[in-house]
């Protein structure tokens, strides 16, 4: 708690949220012309009340912000610039108490009313995270002014606190307030529409407030443009963020950096890359900066596109973007996503400076090729080197454990969290301990932290019970978790498809198209396997069973003949995988089909020789793909790697780097 450094200061409500917000000071002064000093000559009791002003706001200016309260103390009639050179002294220097001091002052004074001063109030709160005295402030304020509004509505978004900001904007746009919505009210409540837990509850809201916009002629400006794409792309609606910037008659390289992000954040990094190139090619007068360069390194990274990755790395450099935190951890990502493991790790060895998201980026990388040891070791360096661990290092360094099978270690790791770092695990670190314990057929220990959670499990811990019981074939766990995630996410296609799954490997067939029936009946598909691949720059896309490719004859070919040749040398098909109780043949025509499969073969025909096949697959690697791409990598002496939607895959000489642990 803050103490207050005068008695006679009343305590005002003070806030438990805890959130970020800048405050904009004036520059501290360069030179001395303006330097004031307090000596026995010049009292506060002999200065008039119009050089105490001057005073104080001097020593305001100079930093000297306990000889300014000195002064004001005895100055009977403080002015209103007075009161705003000591408010914003005081976010400078972070005392809230002194804050609590000078509010009681101007209030004592008849300053409290000054919608002026009120906004600075507000805007103080809100950096001191005293986000409820900040409130409290607006409602003992009778006139209110738009910015004042503004003041609460940006301080309550950064609170998190949406839902509160969308009602109070419905208040003052009803009856009687008189106050229109400018610009930067625009701006705010977008903003709150997703800075809220209620997710796409909000969506209806940020709707109305864009027709709002469209109404009242603010369509013209940039950055009201921008935060609209940015609110879609939250809320995943990329065809609406899309309409929003083809409207756009002028873009900022902010502009373009939003729309592009909203194509990488929403699993569309072909798009995010095409547009990128747009944006180097159309617009000579924006340079790319460090935010636009992240969003393009994570569409590189999501396609596992090297050659493109290692490009935009020189562009870094050309533009000398390769000093920015952000940016060399989205590198280390990059490359660890590429498959150029070693690449991430020099590029984490260069870096001058590292904060928590550097070494995060590379525990995570460690831990999606399997090498958990690794990844674990990494994080005690962290710590040694004095970077406190965060939320996300540990969801790193759990995945990690549960990818490589340490339970002991995760277990170890996931009790320190409370006792050495006072992290509280969230429901994620709750799904990677479901995770771990599942993938290493634990099921009683997983269930038990299931029953034992006193906050609702939620869609990622039961997805991650389900997970495991696909992989060990756990029939009634595999119902209970579906469940419940029918009831969470009844459109999640998924969910069905890996109860069927489940069904299937225990040969019931009759519980499968029964799942199959609920798929259809509830209007939802599976979501087709897809796979990419990188050959000279190119990126080649691949869907099971592809008819349209120019040439899925010679790769369907190419398969067949493999198939054939190494069935010879032991290879068997696995044709469980299959949803449909059809005859032998047919199951293994269809695993034949798999995207995986397909881009292998094509990469076997436009690959030279030694030149590794990278591929990245949006869904889990099929058993019959993972012991086909072993055979192959030996049959056809041949380096593949392949990178699932949960981690890599290393095949070489017919040995995978997972150990068939996956």
């Known amino acids: 708690m803050w103490a207050l450094q005068s008695p006679q200061t009343p305590q005002l409500l003070r806030s438990p949220y805890h959130t970020n917000s800048i405050a904009h000071l004036p520059p501290k002064p360069s030179s001395v012309c303006c330097c004031v000093s307090l000596n026995s000559s010049t009292t506060?009791?002999?200065?008039?009340?119009?050089?105490?002003?001057?005073?104080?706001?001097?020593?305001?200016?100079?930093?000297?912000?306990?000889?300014?309260?000195?002064?004001?103390?005895?100055?009977?009639?403080?002015?209103?610039?007075?009161?705003?050179?000591?408010?914003?002294?005081?976010?400078?220097?972070?005392?809230?108490?002194?804050?609590?001091?000078?509010?009681?002052?101007?209030?004592?004074?008849?300053?409290?009313?000054?919608?002026?001063?009120?906004?600075?109030?507000?805007?103080?709160?809100?950096?001191?995270?005293?986000?409820?005295?900040?409130?409290?402030?607006?409602?003992?304020?009778?006139?209110?002014?738009?910015?004042?509004?503004?003041?609460?509505?940006?301080?309550?978004?950064?609170?998190?606190?949406?839902?509160?900001?969308?009602?109070?904007?419905?208040?003052?746009?009803?009856?009687?307030?008189?106050?229109?919505?400018?610009?930067?009210?625009?701006?705010?409540?977008?903003?709150?529409?997703?800075?809220?837990?209620?997710?796409?509850?909000?969506?209806?809201?940020?709707?109305?407030?864009?027709?709002?916009?469209?109404?009242?002629?603010?369509?013209?400006?940039?950055?009201?443009?921008?935060?609209?794409?940015?609110?879609?792309?939250?809320?995943?609606?990329?065809?609406?963020?899309g309409f929003v910037f083809s409207q756009m008659a002028v873009k900022n390289v902010v502009s373009w950096s939003a729309m592009i992000a909203c194509y990488a954040r929403n699993g569309m990094a072909f798009e995010a890359l095409e547009l990128f190139r747009e944006m180097i090619m159309e617009s000579h007068d924006l340079c790319p900066n460090s935010v636009t360069m992240v969003s393009v390194l994570q569409a590189c990274a999501a396609l596992a596109a090297l050659e493109q990755g290692k490009m935009i790395h020189g562009y870094i450099l050309r533009r000398g973007l390769d000093s920015i935190l952000p940016v060399v951890s989205a590198l280390v990502t990059m490359y660890a996503r590429c498959g150029k493991l070693e690449l991430g790790q020099c590029v984490f060895d260069h870096m001058d400076k590292r904060d928590v998201v550097s070494w995060n980026s590379l525990i995570s990388s460690y831990g999606v090729h399997g090498y958990g040891g690794k990844a674990i070791q990494i994080f005690k360096e962290m710590i040694y080197h004095g970077v406190s661990p965060s939320p996300i290092s540990f969801v790193s360094v759990l995945g990690a454990c549960s990818h490589a099978g340490l339970v002991e270690e995760g277990k170890m790791l996931f009790e320190s969290m409370r006792k050495e770092h006072m992290i509280r695990p969230s429901v994620e670190h709750y799904a990677c301990m479901v995770d771990l314990l599942g993938r290493a057929n634990k099921f009683e220990e997983a269930a038990k932290i299931i029953e034992d959670l006193r906050i609702e499990p939620g869609p990622k811990v039961w997805g991650s019970l389900l997970g495991s019981c696909r992989i060990h074939c756990n029939v009634e766990l595999a119902e209970r978790a579906s469940k419940r995630l029918f009831e969470l996410e009844p459109t999640n296609a998924g969910n069905y498809v890996l109860l069927a799954d489940v069904y299937a490997a225990a040969d019931m067939w009759d519980e499968v198209k029964r799942v199959k029936r609920l798929l259809e009946a509830r209007g939802l598909q599976k979501v087709p396997g897809r796979s990419r691949i990188e050959v000279k720059r190119k990126m080649y896309s691949f869907v099971s069973v592809d008819e349209f490719n120019p040439q899925f004859e010679q790769l369907h070919a190419l398969l067949i003949n493999l198939s054939a040749e190494m069935k010879e040398k032991g290879y068997v098909p696995q044709t469980k995988v299959v949803l449909y109780d059809l005859d032998a043949e047919e199951k293994e025509r269809i695993v034949l089909g798999h995207s995986e499969k397909l881009a292998v073969a094509f990469g076997l025909i436009n690959t030279s020789k030694g030149e590794t096949i990278r591929i990245t697959k949006n869904l889990r690697l099929c058993e019959d793909c993972h012991s086909f791409t072993k055979f192959i990598s030996k049959f056809a002496n041949k380096e593949i790697l392949v990178r699932d939607v949960n981690r890599f895959h290393h095949f070489r000489n017919g040995v995978c780097s997972c150990g068939d642990y996956w």
């Open 44 to 241: 506060p009791t002999s200065l008039s009340s119009r050089n105490k002003n001057e005073l104080i706001q001097s020593l305001c200016k100079q930093g000297n912000l306990k000889q300014a309260l000195d002064v004001l103390s005895s100055e009977p009639n403080p002015t209103q610039h007075t009161y705003e050179l000591l408010l914003l002294s005081c976010t400078h220097h972070n005392s809230l108490s002194d804050a609590l001091n000078v509010h009681c002052h101007l209030t004592d004074n008849g300053f409290d009313q000054d919608p002026f001063l009120v906004t600075k109030l507000i805007n103080v709160y809100s950096h001191f995270d005293s986000v409820d005295d900040a409130r409290h402030v607006f409602d003992k304020t009778r006139r209110r002014t738009i910015y004042v509004w503004n003041a609460l509505f940006r301080a309550l978004t950064l609170a998190g606190r949406g839902e509160e900001v969308l009602e109070l904007y419905r208040r003052m746009n009803g009856t009687g307030t008189g106050i229109r919505s400018d610009r930067f009210t625009y701006t705010y409540v977008l903003k709150a529409c997703v800075a809220s837990s209620c997710g796409f509850s909000l969506l209806k809201h940020g709707k109305e407030i864009h027709a709002s916009v469209l109404r009242h002629g603010y369509n013209e400006i940039v950055h009201i443009m921008t935060t609209l794409i940015d609110m879609y792309a939250r809320f995943g609606c990329v065809m609406y963020a």
